[in-house]
């Protein structure tokens, strides 16, 4: 964009902002700079011709939009705002007591505030405000496929699929050739990441229309996305965890838009990341996939498992409660347990780190580490010291004892690891308040 033209659009934007506010004098001035600087842009008039119309002004205004169609043939508002004027111009020569022309009247400029509206809405990414906008302006112009098409690009732009895909069908019905409605139908599957059919509606809407600037970027990006995640799951399977992480990160660049396929490539980075160790990065992936699609199980089992391995287990428990709530399987179920017994058997005494060695440790081992730890903390070695200090040590002295006990017989041990002694101590509890002895 060079020097004039971008100061033109600063000129265009301010325009805007004092339409908003409906200050359309001052709205006229800074459109008129811009149509000044950049006289070619047929959006300005067309901007232009608006404000002149909510000033009254419709013989100019018409005179704006006819130069925004010579400008600028496909430019549709040009028109549509061209046909208002001529509605408008004849409305305005009746005699003021017509009532019904007065109404016209109205309902024209109040179609041309709401798509006035829409269209800065669309800028600022408000969606939802340029649904409502194109809802009211239907009420007026219920045939309008423009408004139509316009509303069913930001019901799929908020993910409401399903009522995107029934407006654009219902133009389709009326009119097979609708570029923008093919558009659309092709967009709601892409956001649903079903890339291929979304690729052939891309295709047919540049047929019937083929300066469709946003389906050749919609067609560019849904094949960019698919090759770059294909390619991923390809280094994945050969075992290039490195590349393919590389890969899914681009992947990621591509169309912040798109939040299906995103969310999928986050919890597909999280899964190699994971094999490469990077398990707190790949919990942070699994968290973003969730942000994207809430109802994604696999980015929970992913995010609990990436947990259970960094012996966060509340967090794991929390995530595999989400997913047997939400899918009750006997898998889940297992998994679930197997989080909460783990969560258990961190919060009683851990043996192996009272003894100082791995979970894997032979019995040679936990001889050796229990005769080194029992002359550690021996009373005799510490006759000498303070109060405090010996009776510290003395606790440390029967916690090894203790944990040998346990570690050194097979059977103890097994069921240790398994963690049933503390389905055992459920059972005992009623009974140990008469029976201490155990």
């Known amino acids: 964009m060079c020097d004039v033209s971008r100061e033109a659009e600063g000129y265009k934007e301010q325009g805007n902002a004092h339409y908003i506010k409906k200050d359309y004098t001052e709205a006229f001035s800074y459109y008129s700079k811009a149509i000044d600087m950049c006289p070619k842009n047929a959006s300005y008039y067309g901007n232009r011709a608006a404000t002149l119309m909510m000033l009254s002004r419709y013989r100019e205004a018409l005179e704006d939009s006819q130069q925004a169609v010579r400008l600028d043939d496909a430019f549709m508002k040009g028109h549509l705002r061209e046909g208002k004027c001529h509605l408008l111009l004849g409305n305005a020569m009746l005699e003021p007591d017509n009532s019904q022309a ?40 219920s045939a309008c496929h423009r ?86 799951n390809q280094a994945f399977k050969e075992g290039g965890f490195e590349e393919a992480y590389e890969l899914y990160s681009d ?130 070695r510490h006759s000498g010291a303070s109060a405090e200090v010996q009776k510290e040590e003395e606790k440390k002295f029967k916690e090894v004892g203790e944990a040998f006990t346990v570690l050194s017989d097979p059977k103890k041990k097994s069921r240790y690891d398994g963690g049933h002694d503390l389905e055992d101590d459920d059972m005992n509890m009623g009974l140990s308040h008469t029976h201490s002895m155990h």
């Open 102 to 141: 007065q109404q016209e009247m109205k309902n024209a400029e109040s179609i041309l505030e709401y798509e006035r509206m829409a269209e800065i809405g669309f800028d600022k990414r408000d969606f939802r405000m340029v649904v409502f906008c194109m809802d009211r302006a239907l009420e007026s112009a």
């Open 147 to 232: 408004f139509k098409v316009l509303k069913a690009e930001c019901l799929a732009l908020l993910g409401r699929y399903t009522e995107a895909q029934s407006v654009a069908s219902d133009i389709l019905r009326m009119d097979s050739t609708n570029g923008d409605a093919l558009y659309v139908r092709g967009l709601c599957l892409y956001y649903e990441d079903c890339i291929d059919k979304a690729v052939q509606f891309f295709v047919q809407a540049l047929r019937m229309a083929p300066d469709h600037e946003k389906a050749r970027l919609a067609c560019r990006n849904a094949k960019a996305l698919k090759a770059k995640k294909e390619e991923g």
């Open 251 to 380: 992947a990621l660049t591509i169309d912040p838009n798109n939040i299906k396929t995103n969310a999928k490539l986050y919890c597909n980075r999280a899964t190699v990341g994971s094999k490469l160790k990077k398990l707190e990065q790949a919990i942070e992936d699994c968290t973003k996939a969730i942000k994207l699609d809430e109802s994604y199980i696999k980015a929970y089992l992913r995010r609990a498992q990436c947990f259970m391995d960094t012996e966060q287990y509340e967090e794991a428990v929390r995530d595999y409660e989400k997913v047997y709530q939400t899918e009750k399987t006997k898998e889940h179920k297992h998994l679930l347990k197997a989080a909460q017994l783990e969560l258990k058997k961190s919060k009683r005494k851990d043996y192996y780190k009272v003894l100082g060695v791995e979970k894997n440790a032979t019995e040679d081992d936990i001889k050796k580490a229990y005769r080194k730890r029992a002359l550690m903390h021996h009373p005799d």
